[in-house]
């Protein structure tokens, strides 16, 4: 399955400031187009229809002026989860969160562990433990997954 499918139409070129000033504009990364795992587990299935659900959000739904959630921040949702879940893995709850964002939550066995997603290259992971280890607090996260590998694997 392609990204593409999860936007039926023609997506535009995203476009960002870099934030280190010049003026340059430069354009998303192929990430629309790139091919990904086939969906083989049920878990892939619910979330790729959920992010298209999300993706499909009118602008204000929140009661402010957040619109949907982007091709890309979802195109790098499934990427995470992709390189992290297991096929067995209960798929996550997945709500829209202010500007864009996605949040995607398990609240089982012991464990809340809570990705929140903002755009492409800048998550944070949240992981608390019922048994009294210490909590994971709001860790950035942008190309390496092992710690959400990791907590992920604790649910069975």
Avoid at 21 to 44: K, N
Avoid at 49 to 61: D, K, N, S, V
Avoid at 63 to 78: E, F
Avoid at 90 to 98: D, E, F, G, L, Q
């Amino acid at each position: 399955m392609s990204l593409l499918e999860l936007h039926h139409e023609p997506s535009p070129v995203v476009e960002w400031q870099p934030g280190y000033g010049h003026g340059h504009t430069w354009t998303s990364f192929g990430l629309v187009e790139a091919d990904i795992a086939p969906p083989q587990s049920d878990w892939r299935k619910r979330v790729m229809r959920r992010l298209r659900e999300l993706m499909r959000l009118r602008a204000g739904w929140d009661g402010y002026c957040s619109g949907p959630v982007s091709v890309t921040t979802a195109a790098y949702a499934v990427a995470i989860l992709d390189s992290s879940m297991r096929s067995h893995t209960n798929p996550p709850a997945i709500v829209p969160s202010n500007g864009g964002a996605v949040q995607l939550e398990w609240h089982e066995a012991g464990l809340d562990i809570e990705l929140m997603i903002y755009r492409p290259l800048d998550a944070e992971l949240s992981v608390h433990y019922h048994d009294g280890r210490p909590s994971i607090e709001e860790v950035a996260l942008t190309t390496n997954f092992d710690r959400l590998s990791d907590a992920l694997q604790e649910l069975g």
